[in-house]
């Protein structure tokens, strides 16, 4: 009796965790000057006629509300339909949104030329390619949007015939007695207002923030607290059961906790650890679990900064990259610094 009442409170927290973010998320598309939102919203796709779905899917999220009208939408394939693993995915997306913001004939401004202090000047050699110039500014005008990132790219194989469709719009319909006469809510609708909560964390300066089209991190994103200058996971702790379907962090033994959440350094991620893995890695807290790696990254700051500079001149690394059919992790974003959240009311419902 008393495992079902704490599991109906459990219930009940959550639902009021995705009730709060949904609000959030209506607040920023209605009054985006109030309650700030993203600047760009980038989907990575398996292949070219996955992306256009997506696309379609982006523009009847902004029909419906979801997404601000200021708000630029993109959705990026896989280059010629190869999978090229997460981390270079992430630098050809923003490659491809840096490539869109062009073609939407945006003026960039004088922002390398001037000397401001995006910090960019030192790029800039005194006899530099017209193109080259151009991109410069691009990477200049990037560092300092605020840009969610979905990976949506990857198959199941938990429910292979979402694959065409794709994970992230499939119908999932909690809360969906709220509003009883609208449509079905999709888990992208609920990510999305998931991620309006972790808007705020970046206040006026740019940034990446990263998510997984196939879970869905039941949490209050509004509490996070984001180290600066750096690249980092969010993560929670998961028991040992749980952790060998999926990716492992393993974190350093010395950190900072104010309780709720920790922050220490990554020693390394492992896939799908037996115990005996996790055990050799030192991968097991105290309390006897371990840390799940969410696939949410955040980049800030000078890393924001290096970040959009290595994908706007990745093309010829991923060139090389389709030669040798071999994949880059999400290691490549240099995601040292990892923030553990310990709360109670944490869930991640993985499709």
């Known amino acids: ?97 840096a490539d869109h913001y062009r073609h939407l004939g945006l003026d960039l401004g004088p922002q390398v030329a001037s000397g401001n202090d995006s910090g960019f000047e030192s790029f800039v050699p005194h006899e530099v390619p017209n193109s080259e110039f151009h991109l410069i500014r691009m990477v200049s005008f990037i560092a300092k949007r605020h840009i969610l990132l979905l990976h949506a790219g990857g198959d199941s194989k938990r429910v292979p015939w979402a694959n065409p469709m794709g994970k992230v719009f499939l119908p999932l319909p909690y809360l969906a007695s709220d509003d009883p006469d609208g449509p079905v809510p999709l888990l992208f609708d609920h990510i999305l207002a998931i991620s309006a909560c972790a808007r705020q964390a970046f206040k006026n300066e740019g940034g990446l923030f990263i998510m997984t089209g196939d879970v869905l991190p039941c949490f209050d994103a509004s509490i996070m607290t984001l180290p600066e200058d750096t690249a980092c996971i969010i993560t929670v702790p998961i028991t040992l059961d749980i952790a060998s379907n999926h990716g492992v962090i393993v974190a350093s033994k010395t950190g900072i906790s104010d309780g709720s959440n920790s922050v220490s350094l990554v020693e390394d991620l492992i896939q799908k650890p037996s115990v005996e893995e996790l055990v050799k890695h030192k991968a097991i807290l105290d309390d006897g679990r371990t840390l799940l790696d969410t696939g949410i990254i955040s980049v800030r700051g000078k890393s924001w900064e290096d970040l959009a500079m290595l994908s706007c001149f990745s093309g010829p690394m991923i060139s090389k990259l389709l030669k040798s059919r071999k994949e880059v992790n999400h290691q490549i974003l240099g995601a040292n610094v990892l923030v553990s959240y310990n709360c109670t009311h944490t869930c991640n419902i993985i499709f």
């Open 1 to 97: 009796m008393e495992k079902r009442s704490t599991r109906s409170k459990e219930k009940a927290d959550l639902a009021g965790v995705l009730r709060k973010s949904w609000y959030r998320l209506r607040l920023s598309v209605r009054h985006p000057s109030r309650v700030p939102t993203w600047d760009a919203i980038v989907l990575t796709a398996a292949s070219p006629q996955q992306a256009e779905l997506y696309e379609w899917q982006l523009r009847r999220a902004k029909r419906m509300g979801r997404i601000a009208a200021s708000t630029v939408t993109l959705a990026v394939p896989d280059p010629e339909g190869q999978r090229i693993g997460s981390g270079a995915a992430t630098l050809n997306a923003i490659h491809a949104l």
